[in-house]
Antibody
Framework: EVQLVESGGGLVKPGGSLRLSCAAS????????MNWVRQAPGKGLEWVSS????????YYADSVKGRFTISRDNAKNSLYLQMNSLRAEDTAVYYC???????????WGQGTLVTVSS | EIVLTQSPATLSLSPGERATLSCRAS??????LAWYQQKPGQAPRLLIY???NRATGIPARFSGSGSGTDFTLTISSLEPEDFAVYYC???????????FGQGTKLEIK
Protein backbone atom coordinates (compact mmCIF):
# COMPACT_ATOMS: atom_id res chain seq x y z
CA GLU A 1 0.00 0.00 0.00
CA VAL A 2 1.29 3.42 -0.97
CA GLN A 3 1.59 5.46 2.21
CA LEU A 4 3.05 8.65 3.63
CA VAL A 5 2.95 9.19 7.39
CA GLU A 6 3.83 12.55 8.91
CA SER A 7 4.95 13.10 12.49
CA GLY A 8 6.50 15.78 14.65
CA GLY A 9 3.70 18.30 14.86
CA GLY A 10 2.62 19.93 18.09
CA LEU A 11 2.34 23.14 20.06
CA VAL A 12 5.30 25.52 19.96
CA LYS A 13 5.83 29.11 21.11
CA PRO A 14 6.47 31.92 18.65
CA GLY A 15 10.13 31.98 17.74
CA GLY A 16 10.50 28.29 18.47
CA SER A 17 11.52 25.39 16.27
CA LEU A 18 10.00 22.10 15.20
CA ARG A 19 11.09 19.28 12.91
CA LEU A 20 8.52 17.39 10.87
CA SER A 21 9.14 13.94 9.43
CA CYS A 22 7.38 12.00 6.71
CA ALA A 23 7.88 8.24 6.34
CA ALA A 24 7.18 6.70 2.95
CA SER A 25 6.29 3.13 2.09
CA UNK A 26 4.80 1.14 -0.76
CA UNK A 27 6.47 3.04 -3.60
CA UNK A 28 9.93 3.94 -4.85
CA UNK A 29 10.52 7.00 -2.68
CA UNK A 30 13.87 7.81 -4.27
CA UNK A 31 12.17 8.37 -7.64
CA UNK A 32 9.70 10.96 -6.39
CA UNK A 33 10.08 14.67 -5.99
CA MET A 34 8.66 15.46 -2.54
CA ASN A 35 6.87 18.48 -1.18
CA TRP A 36 5.42 20.02 1.95
CA VAL A 37 1.99 21.64 1.63
CA ARG A 38 0.17 23.31 4.50
CA GLN A 39 -3.39 24.27 5.28
CA ALA A 40 -4.26 26.82 7.95
CA PRO A 41 -7.43 26.05 9.92
CA GLY A 42 -10.46 26.59 7.69
CA LYS A 43 -8.29 27.87 4.84
CA GLY A 44 -6.99 26.66 1.50
CA LEU A 45 -3.85 24.81 0.48
CA GLU A 46 -0.45 26.49 0.36
CA TRP A 47 2.66 24.98 -1.17
CA VAL A 48 5.61 25.32 1.24
CA SER A 49 8.66 23.59 -0.21
CA SER A 50 9.88 21.08 -2.81
CA UNK A 51 12.91 18.82 -3.05
CA UNK A 52 13.90 16.82 -6.10
CA UNK A 53 14.46 13.07 -5.98
CA UNK A 54 18.22 13.38 -5.49
CA UNK A 55 18.05 16.58 -3.40
CA UNK A 56 19.71 18.51 -6.22
CA UNK A 57 16.92 21.07 -6.45
CA UNK A 58 15.23 22.69 -3.48
CA TYR A 59 12.63 25.45 -3.54
CA TYR A 60 10.69 27.38 -0.92
CA ALA A 61 7.66 29.62 -0.84
CA ASP A 62 8.57 33.22 -0.05
CA SER A 63 6.59 32.97 3.19
CA VAL A 64 9.02 30.41 4.66
CA LYS A 65 12.29 31.15 2.86
CA GLY A 66 15.16 31.55 5.28
CA ARG A 67 13.24 29.94 8.15
CA PHE A 68 12.37 26.43 6.90
CA THR A 69 14.70 23.76 5.54
CA ILE A 70 13.56 20.73 3.57
CA SER A 71 15.68 17.58 3.36
CA ARG A 72 15.33 13.89 2.59
CA ASP A 73 17.08 10.60 3.26
CA ASN A 74 16.37 8.16 0.47
CA ALA A 75 18.06 5.32 2.37
CA LYS A 76 15.46 5.79 5.11
CA ASN A 77 12.56 6.62 2.77
CA SER A 78 12.04 9.79 4.75
CA LEU A 79 11.35 13.48 4.17
CA TYR A 80 11.93 16.23 6.71
CA LEU A 81 11.03 19.86 7.32
CA GLN A 82 13.05 21.84 9.86
CA MET A 83 11.02 24.86 10.90
CA ASN A 84 12.74 27.70 12.77
CA SER A 85 11.61 31.15 13.91
CA LEU A 86 8.01 29.98 13.88
CA ARG A 87 5.21 32.53 13.73
CA ALA A 88 1.52 32.38 14.55
CA GLU A 89 0.76 32.42 10.83
CA ASP A 90 2.65 29.14 10.42
CA THR A 91 -0.15 27.39 12.33
CA ALA A 92 -1.51 24.77 9.95
CA VAL A 93 -1.84 21.12 9.09
CA TYR A 94 1.33 20.17 7.25
CA TYR A 95 1.06 17.52 4.55
CA CYS A 96 3.87 15.76 2.76
CA UNK A 97 3.06 15.00 -0.84
CA UNK A 98 4.84 13.06 -3.55
CA UNK A 99 5.03 13.98 -7.22
CA UNK A 100 4.91 11.09 -9.65
CA UNK A 101 5.33 10.94 -13.41
CA UNK A 102 2.16 13.01 -13.83
CA UNK A 103 4.06 15.98 -12.40
CA UNK A 104 1.51 16.56 -9.65
CA UNK A 105 0.81 15.46 -6.09
CA UNK A 106 -0.37 11.90 -6.49
CA UNK A 107 0.50 10.69 -2.98
CA TRP A 108 -0.43 12.51 0.23
CA GLY A 109 0.08 11.90 3.93
CA GLN A 110 -2.68 12.38 6.48
CA GLY A 111 -1.12 15.59 7.79
CA THR A 112 0.32 16.75 11.10
CA LEU A 113 -0.92 19.81 12.98
CA VAL A 114 1.51 22.54 13.95
CA THR A 115 0.20 25.18 16.35
CA VAL A 116 2.29 28.26 17.08
CA SER A 117 0.96 30.03 20.14
CA SER A 118 2.16 31.48 23.42
CA GLU B 1 3.71 35.09 -9.38
CA ILE B 2 0.77 33.33 -11.01
CA VAL B 3 -2.53 33.68 -9.19
CA LEU B 4 -5.35 31.17 -9.64
CA THR B 5 -8.91 32.38 -9.09
CA GLN B 6 -11.67 29.82 -8.67
CA SER B 7 -15.37 30.43 -9.12
CA PRO B 8 -17.85 30.19 -7.69
CA ALA B 9 -16.69 30.11 -4.07
CA THR B 10 -19.65 27.88 -3.21
CA LEU B 11 -21.82 25.82 -5.54
CA SER B 12 -25.09 24.34 -4.29
CA LEU B 13 -26.44 21.45 -6.35
CA SER B 14 -28.41 18.25 -5.94
CA PRO B 15 -27.25 14.68 -6.58
CA GLY B 16 -27.65 13.81 -10.24
CA GLU B 17 -27.05 17.37 -11.42
CA ARG B 18 -24.10 18.55 -13.48
CA ALA B 19 -21.40 20.61 -11.77
CA THR B 20 -19.16 23.09 -13.56
CA LEU B 21 -16.24 24.61 -11.64
CA SER B 22 -13.97 27.29 -13.04
CA CYS B 23 -10.32 28.19 -12.50
CA ARG B 24 -8.71 31.24 -14.09
CA ALA B 25 -4.96 31.92 -14.10
CA SER B 26 -3.50 35.43 -14.02
CA UNK B 27 -1.22 34.44 -16.89
CA UNK B 28 -0.91 31.46 -19.15
CA UNK B 29 -0.02 28.15 -17.52
CA UNK B 30 -0.31 26.24 -20.80
CA UNK B 31 -1.92 22.93 -19.76
CA UNK B 32 -0.02 22.60 -16.49
CA LEU B 33 -3.07 22.56 -14.30
CA ALA B 34 -4.50 19.98 -11.91
CA TRP B 35 -7.68 19.55 -9.90
CA TYR B 36 -7.88 18.07 -6.40
CA GLN B 37 -10.81 17.02 -4.22
CA GLN B 38 -10.68 17.42 -0.46
CA LYS B 39 -13.22 16.08 2.01
CA PRO B 40 -13.37 17.23 5.66
CA GLY B 41 -10.55 15.82 7.76
CA GLN B 42 -8.86 14.22 4.75
CA ALA B 43 -5.90 14.98 2.57
CA PRO B 44 -6.57 16.21 -0.97
CA ARG B 45 -6.86 13.66 -3.78
CA LEU B 46 -5.61 14.22 -7.33
CA LEU B 47 -8.47 14.08 -9.83
CA ILE B 48 -7.22 15.65 -13.05
CA TYR B 49 -3.71 16.52 -14.24
CA UNK B 50 -2.40 18.47 -17.20
CA UNK B 51 -5.86 20.04 -17.54
CA UNK B 52 -7.70 17.03 -18.94
CA ASN B 53 -6.15 13.73 -17.87
CA ARG B 54 -7.93 11.71 -15.20
CA ALA B 55 -5.70 10.37 -12.45
CA THR B 56 -5.63 6.67 -11.66
CA GLY B 57 -8.91 5.38 -10.28
CA ILE B 58 -10.90 8.55 -10.88
CA PRO B 59 -14.43 7.92 -12.22
CA ALA B 60 -15.30 8.97 -15.75
CA ARG B 61 -17.91 11.45 -14.51
CA PHE B 62 -15.00 13.78 -13.69
CA SER B 63 -13.55 15.64 -16.65
CA GLY B 64 -11.29 18.62 -17.14
CA SER B 65 -10.83 21.05 -19.99
CA GLY B 66 -9.09 24.27 -20.90
CA SER B 67 -5.66 25.67 -21.61
CA GLY B 68 -3.82 28.94 -21.21
CA THR B 69 -5.72 30.86 -18.55
CA ASP B 70 -9.21 29.34 -18.39
CA PHE B 71 -9.96 25.87 -17.07
CA THR B 72 -13.06 23.91 -16.12
CA LEU B 73 -13.73 20.86 -13.99
CA THR B 74 -17.01 19.16 -14.86
CA ILE B 75 -18.77 16.47 -12.85
CA SER B 76 -21.38 15.07 -15.21
CA SER B 77 -23.81 13.65 -12.65
CA LEU B 78 -23.17 14.31 -8.98
CA GLU B 79 -22.93 11.41 -6.59
CA PRO B 80 -23.37 11.95 -2.81
CA GLU B 81 -19.64 11.37 -2.26
CA ASP B 82 -18.72 14.21 -4.65
CA PHE B 83 -19.73 16.96 -2.24
CA ALA B 84 -16.41 18.38 -1.11
CA VAL B 85 -13.98 21.23 -1.70
CA TYR B 86 -12.18 21.35 -5.05
CA TYR B 87 -8.86 23.07 -5.68
CA CYS B 88 -7.07 23.83 -8.89
CA UNK B 89 -3.27 23.94 -8.93
CA UNK B 90 -0.69 25.04 -11.44
CA UNK B 91 2.92 23.95 -11.64
CA UNK B 92 5.55 26.24 -13.08
CA UNK B 93 9.18 25.48 -13.74
CA UNK B 94 10.31 29.05 -13.24
CA UNK B 95 9.89 30.41 -10.76
CA UNK B 96 9.45 26.94 -9.29
CA UNK B 97 6.09 26.81 -7.59
CA UNK B 98 2.90 24.84 -7.19
CA UNK B 99 0.22 27.48 -6.72
CA PHE B 100 -3.29 26.57 -5.57
CA GLY B 101 -6.56 28.34 -6.15
CA GLN B 102 -8.62 29.31 -3.12
CA GLY B 103 -11.07 26.45 -3.60
CA THR B 104 -14.71 25.89 -4.53
CA LYS B 105 -17.00 24.27 -1.99
CA LEU B 106 -19.52 21.97 -3.63
CA GLU B 107 -22.42 21.55 -1.24
CA ILE B 108 -25.68 19.66 -1.29
CA LYS B 109 -28.70 21.81 -2.13
Amino acid sequence: EVQLVESGGGLVKPGGSLRLSCAASGFTFSSYSMNWVRQAPGKGLEWVSSISSSSSYIYYADSVKGRFTISRDNAKNSLYLQMNSLRAEDTAVYYCAGVDSSGYYSVWGQGTLVTVSS
Amino acid sequence: EIVLTQSPATLSLSPGERATLSCRASQSVSSYLAWYQQKPGQAPRLLIYDASNRATGIPARFSGSGSGTDFTLTISSLEPEDFAVYYCQQRSNWPPAYTFGQGTKLEIK
